[in-house]
């Protein structure tokens, strides 16, 4: 089992940046795909970025590619998610996930979460 911990949230205006860590413990983080995802108010959760278990291999969605950059430090037992020109639409609290086989966007697929953490951004 792995235990996720995000951080790194906050209030921020429009076309400000923000680095989002998600700490891990418990089984080799190695082993783990990683994926963040976002839940906005009364919007379902959705995916956003993963992160394949050496790093090689990455996989956005489309409205943040080009703004946000996942990377992970297995020597920290941690996954980052960058986050550039931040847009209103991108408020939402953002969780980390991991999986031990799945590569991909489908939330189901995860089996470990973190408690979320909240980004908020100001027009």
């Known amino acids: 089992q792995v235990q996720l911990v995000e951080s790194g949230g906050g209030l921020v205006q429009a076309g400000g940046s923000l680095r989002l860590s998600c700490a891990a413990s418990?089984?080799?983080?190695?082993?783990?795909?990683m994926g963040w995802f976002r839940q906005a108010p009364e919007k379902e959760r959705e995916f956003v970025a993963a992160?394949?278990?050496?790093?090689?291999?990455?996989y956005y969605l489309d409205s943040v590619k080009g703004r946000f950059t996942i990377s992970r430090d297995n020597a920290k037992n941690t996954v980052y998610l960058q986050m550039n020109s931040l847009k209103p639409e991108d408020t939402a609290v953002y969780y980390c996930?991991?999986?031990?086989?799945?590569?991909?966007?489908?939330?189901?697929?995860?089996?470990?979460w973190g408690q979320g953490t909240q980004v908020t951004v100001s027009s």
């Open positions: 996930a991991a999986d031990l086989l799945y590569f991909g966007s489908a939330e189901s697929e995860y089996d470990y």
């Open positions: 992160i394949s278990w050496s790093g090689a291999s990455t």
């Open positions: 418990g089984r080799a983080f190695g082993s783990y795909v």
